[in-house]
């Protein structure tokens, strides 16, 4: 059976957020357990963020894997090959892919940094559930190490790049400047941290933090300068924002249609409300949307501030283009090499071992005294070669007698005997 690397992505360019949240419900250890299980599959890892859910498979059997891939993917979202929802990709698309992943350019948000990490994170999780080995070992790292040259060598990250910002920035659209505005931020995490630097400097009247663990709220907020509230307070608090930013990592509901109905009571006629929930999954319950004077926008709602962001990196996203083409090819090659490595390391084992019993004893004639040193290293030389060369003579002499000419022919080009032959 030929080994491969297969993968398959449902990502933000073919499917909507309802669709990723359908497979992103299902945690990285239940995925890649079941993943794992496939037929045929060595070696796996899984990838999920609030943009894309990624199965990376290395297999001994790729039909077998694209079917369990298929049956896998089926159980969480309706399959249908038809609609392109789920893309595969083979060995190299595959690894040019999570290279392109890793380096920001298949983000939303073109350049953003926090895919990076996430990529780390999803390389060390699989090691540590033990499905990792040394091809995807590889892969993996010059992804990570990719990404870091790409961000180096480039401005492909540079400026506004972030979920975070991008959620600010279509708040900006929507209301104009944010200074006097009254702001909520639900979440204290990695992905709220980066809505909270861009609301800094925006001159807002009063930011809000609320967040299921209290002391990672007061954090925040210090850092904004604003106010940390209780996750059960929020009732007391939602009817004095302008804009709620939605950010946490938990699973469940946080603001339902009963209790974004009561603060528009408490706002009264004209009350207006604008909530941004960046979430994975979403923390904003759906129908929330029916509500007269919300506006809520889901990370679906960030498409036009991310194509934007494509139109201004152009330049920088050819200059990442080329690095990655460049590295794709040098793994490339290691990874057509890697089939030798583990002949190469019995090789050196074996014979180094030789060479240590060797050399001892020439070293033990040499500090005995009695022996020439020119009568020593020659008698080392011809021992070493005689050890060396016993195996593959007798080899060849047995493929001769055995009229295997394919093993004498293979032993010229293995030690490059034409060669020296063509030089003498």
Known sequence: MIETILSAHVTHKSADLS??????????????????????????????????????????????????????????IPFDPERNLVQFLTQ???????????????????????????????????????????????VFRKAISVGKKVRTETRVNKGSVSVGSAAVDLAERLLGDLEGRTILVIGAGEMATLIAKYLVGKRPNTIFVSNRTYDRAVELAWYLGGQAIRLDSLYDYLHRCDIVLVATSSPHVILDKMMVEKALARK??????????????????????????????????????????????????????????????????????????????AMRKKYDSMKERETRKAMNRLNGG????????????????????ADPTEMLKNASREKREEILKAAKELFRLEEEKNVS
């Not at 943009?51 to 790729?62: G, Q, V």
């Not at 990529?119 to 060390?124: D, H, I, L, N, R």
């Not at 960046?278 to 007269?292: H, I, M």
């Not at 009695?370 to 060369?389: I, K, M, W």
Request: charged share 30%; net charge negative; proline share 1%.
């Open 92 to 138: 190299t698309d595959s690894i040019r892919h999570l290279l392109r992943v890793a380096s920001g350019l298949e983000s939303m948000i073109v350049g953003e940094d926090q895919i990076q990490s996430q990529v780390k994170e999803a390389f060390e999780f699989a090691g540590a559930e033990g499905h990792i080995g040394p091809v995807l070992s590889l």
């Open 268 to 345: 009264g006629e004209r009350g207006k409300l604008l909530i941004i929930d960046v979430s994975f999954p979403r923390n904003v319950a759906e129908e929330v949307k029916v509500l007269g004077g919300v506006e809520l926008h889901d990370m679906d709602g960030l498409r036009g501030v991310a194509q934007e962001n494509i139109m201004r990196r152009k330049k920088e996203i050819h200059e990442a283009e080329r690095i990655i083409s460049e590295e794709l090819q040098l793994l490339d090659r290691k990874l057509e090499e890697m089939g030798a490595s583990e002949v190469i390391r």
């Open 19 to 76: 669709c990723l949240e359908l497979i992103g419900k299902h945690d990285e250890r239940t995925l890649i357990q079941r993943l794992g299980n496939i037929k045929g599959v060595k070696e796996c890892a899984v990838l999920r963020t609030c943009n894309r859910i990624e199965l990376y498979a290395f297999t001994e059997d790729s039909v077998a894997t694209r079917q369990g891939m298929e049956e896998l993917i089926s159980k969480f």
């Open 370 to 389: 009695s022996d020439a040193t020119e009568e020593v290293v020659a008698d080392f030389a011809n021992a070493l070669t005689s050890r060396f060369l």
